[in-house]
């Protein structure tokens, strides 16, 4: 049973360039989330999932975007990307009726 | 908008005793779920225990139990009898309006450090 998985685990971007963060889960989650973690600011939420076909932004999501064609997939992607987006992303992926957030093993992006 | 406060950057305990960690939160909605994790120096999120806005009972997970005061907004995370394995970032967390698990608020989090 894998749960969550996020590829690649490591990244160094140059500035401007583009990329795709994998995020995908097993458990036939409804809800799946995209959050960044910065030093001394815990985890925010960039888009969320409530469905195939159904996404919405979180508190930070500018410089992000998402889609979510299958149930099972949940890609994040950086268009152009800048100094201020290195840091460490989770996806994370929950049912409607569960009381748990089942999260990845985190992408620790760097760009220079 | 909803806010989650953890006060304590850094806390040192000794092996062996008991350690509250400190959460208050701020929401207008009156269903909603709290929520602990771990983060050890590996990195990974590592659930720990879940409360409901409407449950009676403090929420027991083996060493972790969650004080909940409804009325003081307050749920903090007891863990009994610490051990070295304990040593890791500790996050509160609360769900979206109606238990919504997909949008979750994160504290700052406490940094837990175990002195053998």
């Known amino acids: 049973n894998a749960g969550v998985t996020q590829t690649p685990k490591f990244q160094v971007l140059k500035t401007g360039q583009s990329m795709t963060l994998q995020c995908a889960q097993d458990?036939?989650?409804?809800?799946m989330s995209w959050y960044r973690q910065d030093p001394g600011m815990g985890l925010r939420l960039i888009h969320y999932?409530?469905?195939?076909?159904?996404?919405d932004q979180g508190e930070v999501p500018n410089g992000y975007n998402v889609s979510r064609s299958t149930t099972e997939d949940f890609p994040l992607r950086l268009l152009s990307a800048a100094p201020s987006q290195t840091s460490v992303y989770f996806c994370?992926?929950?049912?409607?009726?569960?009381?748990?957030?089942?999260f990845g093993q985190g992408t620790r992006l760097t760009v220079v | 908008a909803q806010k989650i406060t953890q006060t304590q950057p850094g806390m040192f305990v000794q092996e062996k005793e008991a350690v509250t960690l400190d959460c208050t939160y701020d929401?207008?909605?009156?269903?909603?779920?709290l929520f602990w994790y771990k983060q050890p120096s590996s990195g990974e999120m590592i659930f720990l225990i879940y409360?409901?806005?409407?449950?009676?009972q403090n929420a027991t997970e083996g060493r972790y139990s969650l004080n909940f005061q409804k009325a003081r907004k307050s749920a903090n995370l007891v863990i009994s009898a610490s051990q070295l394995g304990d040593s890791a970032m500790y996050f509160c967390?609360?769900?979206?309006?109606?238990?919504?698990?997909?949008?979750?608020?994160f504290g700052t989090g406490t940094r837990l450090t175990i002195i053998p």
């Open positions: 994370a992926s929950s049912s409607p009726v569960g009381t748990e957030a089942f």
């Open positions: 458990m036939n989650h409804e809800y």
């Open positions: 999932s409530v469905g195939a076909g159904i996404t």
């Open positions: 929401t207008s909605d009156p269903s909603y779920g």
């Open positions: 409360q409901g806005s409407y449950d009676q």
């Open positions: 967390a609360m769900s979206g309006s109606n238990f919504g698990n997909e949008k979750l608020t």
